[in-house]
Every structure is written in structure tokens, then in C-alpha cells.
């Protein structure tokens, strides 16, 4: 089963602690300097960052490659005045309708381009559909946090959905395979296993401070989660800037 098929029914019950007000409210603070209507939410998954954005008044375009991650971000924008538009679009072929203004990506999604190649496709892509002296602001999780996560087990759990996270790191290729065994409780009361690989790159800050210079953006800045700092050693996630 690919990546975020069966996950995508139970994805935001499991994934309660992302903090995902805090993260658009630094979004939108770092978009302040910025003439900024039109946005684009790269990677959107169930859509809970470009709703948000867009009860705020901007004009949001979400895009991800999963339609079932789509189809509950569409669900859950049907009470919005000003709902995004929902586009199933890979991040290495995006096209979008028209150029926006800026661009976000969050909870780590830039880390599932695990080739130089895709990492390369997917900023040009941005830097195709983003408006001159638009900014990009996405996170990423850190080779020190995924290294750490080799070998790791651990459990989430709601009252209709069970899951067993197993992750194993490889120093060779820098990629951190997720292993995800879901249990989900089906109307009958009785409970349907499934199983879904993940595959996150350790992104190295001074290669994607490259792949963005190569793409043709200028200006990058990097900072700790969620803060204007310079990053630290032990961050488990970084803040990118890129204009």
C-alpha cells in the first residue's frame, strides 16, 4: 500500500500534537514583510495549515500527490467562506494555474524527496509558479532527528485507530524507512490491519542551501522550529527562508 492511502482516515487524530495553529501563526508572521494574497501549500495532506491560512484571508492553492490525504482536506474545508483549491499535484511536476505570491511546506514534507534529482525537479518547480521576491518558507526534519530514530518503536492511538511506527535509519543511503502496521475499527466493530512504507532523506542544511541557490533563489535563511534562531545541533527540525 503506498504512503498515506490508509493512513490518510486516521492522519489528523493521530497527528494531534503537531502544533499546527502555532505553525501558521508563525507562517503568517514570517509572510508580514511580504505582499502576500495568493499562497500556495505545498504537500497539504489533509489540509489543516492551508485552511488555516485561509481563514486568515489569504487565497490558498494546496497541493499534494495523495487523493485520499486530499479528499479529507476537502472535507474539512467545506465550511470555509474561502476554502483553497484542491489540486493533486506532485511536488517534482507541479503546475499550477497561475504564479502565487509565496509558498509553504510543513511537517517535513521536502523530506520525501529522497534523490537529488527530485529535490532538484521539486524547487524548480517553485521557483517556476512563485512570483519574483516571493518567498518559500518549508520545514525540515534534521539528520540528527532522523538518525535518531533508528531502530525506534513507538504507538499512537485514538478510540477507532491503532498504530505501530517502526523506524530503521541507513547511514548509506541517508534515508529513514518508516514502517507503519494501522489498525483501523470498521463499522462492524470488527478492527482492518493495513501496512504503509515511509521514506524521509536526511537532508544535509548545506546541500539544500545549494539545490535552492542552483534553482535561483538568493536570499536563504535557516532557523530553528517555530523561532527566528539559528539553528542548533540537536534540532529536531529546521525552518528554511528562501526568496
Known amino acids: 500500500m503506498r504512503a498515506y492511502q490508509g493512513l490518510a482516515g486516521s492522519y489528523d487524530g493521530l497527528m494531534e500534537d503537531a502544533a499546527y495553529r502555532r505553525r501558521a501563526s508563525y507562517l503568517l508572521r514570517r509572510l508580514r514583510p511580504f505582499q502576500t494574497e495568493h499562497i500556495l501549500d505545498l504537500g497539504c495532506g489533509t489540509g489543516t495549515i492551508a485552511c488555516l491560512l485561509a481563514a486568515q484571508g489569504l487565497r490558498v492553492t494546496a497541493a499534494d500527490d495523495s487523493a485520499e490525504m486530499l479528499a479529507q482536506a476537502a472535507r474539512k ?3 470555509l467562506e474561502n476554502p483553497p483549491l484542491f489540486i493533486q499535484q506532485s511536488m517534482t511536476r507541479l503546475r499550477l494555474p497561475e504564479p502565487v505570491d509565496a509558498v509553504v511546506s510543513t511537517i517535513d514534507a ?24 516571493g518567498p518559500f518558507l518549508f520545514d525540515v526534519n534534521t539528520p540528527a532527528k532522523l538518525r535518531r530514530m533508528d531502530r525506534q518503536v513507538w504507538m499512537d492511538e485514538t478510540e477507532d485507530a491503532f498504530c505501530v511506527w517502526r523506524t530503521f535509519f541507513s547511514e548509506k543511503s541517508g534515508v529513514c524507512t518508516y514502517q507503519v502496521d494501522l489498525f483501523q475499527l470498521r463499522p462492524d466493530g470488527a478492527w482492518e490491519r493495513s501496512f504503509e512504507e515511509h521514506r524521509e532523506r536526511a537532508w544535509e542544511r548545506e546541500t539544500l542551501e545549494a539545490a535552492l541557490h542552483a534553482a535561483g533563489f538568493a536570499e536563504i535563511s535557516v532557523y530553528s522550529d517555530l523561532t527566528c534562531r539559528p539553528p542548533g545541533p540537536d534540532d529536531d527540525r529546521w525552518q528554511f527562508l528562501a526568496v
Open 77 to 79: 474545508a467545506e465550511s
Open 110 to 133: 521536502l523530506n520525501y524527496l529522497t534523490s537529488r534529482r527530485d529535490l532538484a525537479a521539486a524547487l524548480g518547480r517553485v521557483r517556476k509558479w512563485l512570483r519574483p521576491g
